[in-house]
């Protein structure tokens, strides 16, 4: 079922979608990776507040090129998510309710998912420069010396993703094969 939502995805937006659903995202999102979330957690470990707003937040796993002339950011498609899976359940315990990313969670960030009732979003691989074209602006709000790492905020418009690990934690990794018989 195509379902179109805006930003910030809260808790009764994400429980309204389901494993299987296309979403079409509009609004403000958050960039970031390994280096970006690593240090995320080094600052919580030290008491220090977080650079972004993490409430109700979405994380896209994404490392951007630079930008074309006239273009807020070049090709913009995902990163395998399973890199930040050791820091992704502090943040969805803080309150983050949605990555976007590609390929399989761990068990403790589904565990973490379900507990805090967030989604995860499969990007399309490979289609970077199509997805760019869904980004509207795009700005470095923090981190700026990890360059294609750094937290940038990005505003998007239709921004195709497939739920592919819902609040409830049914995993489209696991279910998209089964047939009955």
């Known amino acids: 079922m195509d ?3 805006n930003t910030p995805i809260t ?15 509009t609004g403000t999102i958050y960039v970031a990776r390994d280096a970006a979330h690593k240090r995320m957690t080094e600052a919580l470990e030290r008491g220090e507040e977080l650079p972004i707003d993490i409430k109700d937040s979405t994380i896209y796993y994404m490392g951007p090129s ?5 273009r807020p950011i070049g090709s913009a498609g995902p990163t395998t998510s399973s890199r930040m899976d050791k ?4 943040l969805l315990d803080l309150g983050e309710k949605a ?20 989604v995860y ?16 602006s795009s700005e470095v709000v923090c981190y700026e010396d990890l360059g294609a ?6 505003t998007v418009e ?24």
Do not use: W
């Open 121 to 136: 979003f499969a990007a399309i691989g490979g289609a970077g420069a199509l997805l760019s074209k869904c980004i509207t």
């Open 11 to 25: 808790e009764k937006i994400a429980s309204g979608l389901k494993a299987g659903d296309s979403v079409f995202i």
């Open 158 to 181: 239709n921004f195709p993703v497939i739920v592919v690990i819902d609040s409830e934690g049914t995993n489209l990794y696991e279910t998209a094969g089964k047939f009955s018989s």
């Open 3 to 5: 379902q179109f939502i």
């Open 87 to 90: 820091y992704a359940p502090v």
């Open 66 to 70: 630079p930008a074309r002339e006239g």
């Open 99 to 118: 990555m976007i990313g590609k390929g399989k969670r761990s068990k403790e960030v589904i565990d973490a998912m379900i507990r805090n009732h967030a």
């Open 149 to 154: 790492e750094a937290i940038r905020k990005i």
